[in-house]
């Protein structure tokens, strides 16, 4: 089946920090990778995304690049601000259904 | 982007009662909308797919009788936790499809005691 499997946290950081949060996948077929961001007391938000391999998926900052190789997607920022505080998580896309990694937390302290 | 709503945001109730939870897509129509569960420090858990006018898909482990999903409207999905008991608290979360797109609501904090 599919699933997803994600660095667990929490992760502390000042900022201008470079971050990395590793997430590989075990999928059958030709999956779509996610990144979601979901800031405290509010809903998951799509970060970026990869539709086949060797996609670059960028935002805010944010890329990660769809690795099939390696069975891959690493979430990666150059610099973190304070306002990166949040729970990342990565998810895997089959036929419109998301299987979600467990979450990793990430704080950035000024 | 495309806005989900959730309603109530948290709810207690007494362990026997019924709980009914609502999302709602705000600016756009959703034929089909998913039910997830979220454990503290946990992944969200794919609970059912639930397809305007038709019944809902349940996930494997999911009891279909426990967890009623009504989508009667193309923004409109509900989620009836039955005769609920303490181990059903958690976090249910929505999410309404677009396109390839899933936009997900702010969740509802559901306590049974």
């Known amino acids: 089946g599919n699933s997803v499997t994600q660095m667990e946290g929490p992760v502390t950081l000042s900022e201008e920090a470079f971050l990395t949060i590793n997430c590989t996948y075990t999928a059958t077929g030709y999956p779509s990778l996610f990144w979601y961001v979901q800031y405290p007391g509010e809903g998951l938000q799509l970060l970026l995304k990869?539709?086949?391999?060797?996609d670059k998926g960028s935002n805010k900052g944010f890329e990660a690049t769809y690795r099939k190789e390696t069975t891959s997607f690493h979430l990666e920022k150059g610099s973190v601000q304070v306002s990166d505080s949040a729970v990342y998580f990565c998810a895997l896309g089959y036929d419109y259904k998301l299987s979600f990694g467990a979450g990793t937390t990430v704080t950035v302290r000024a | 982007g495309a806005v989900v709503s959730q309603h109530p945001s948290r709810v207690i109730c007494k362990s026997g009662t019924s709980v009914k939870i609502e999302c709602r897509s705000l600016d756009f129509q959703a034929t089909t909308m998913f039910w997830y569960r979220q454990f503290p420090k946990q992944s969200l858990m794919l609970m059912a797919t639930s397809n305007e006018g038709s019944k809902a898909t349940y996930e494997q482990g999911v009891e279909k009788d426990k967890f009623l999903i009504n989508h009667a409207s193309l923004t409109l999905s509900t989620l009836t936790v039955t005769s609920a008991h303490p181990e059903d608290s958690s976090f249910y979360i929505c999410s309404a499809r677009e396109d390839e797109e899933q936009f997900f609501g702010p969740g509802t904090r559901l306590t049974v005691l």
């Open positions: 990869a539709t086949k391999a060797d």
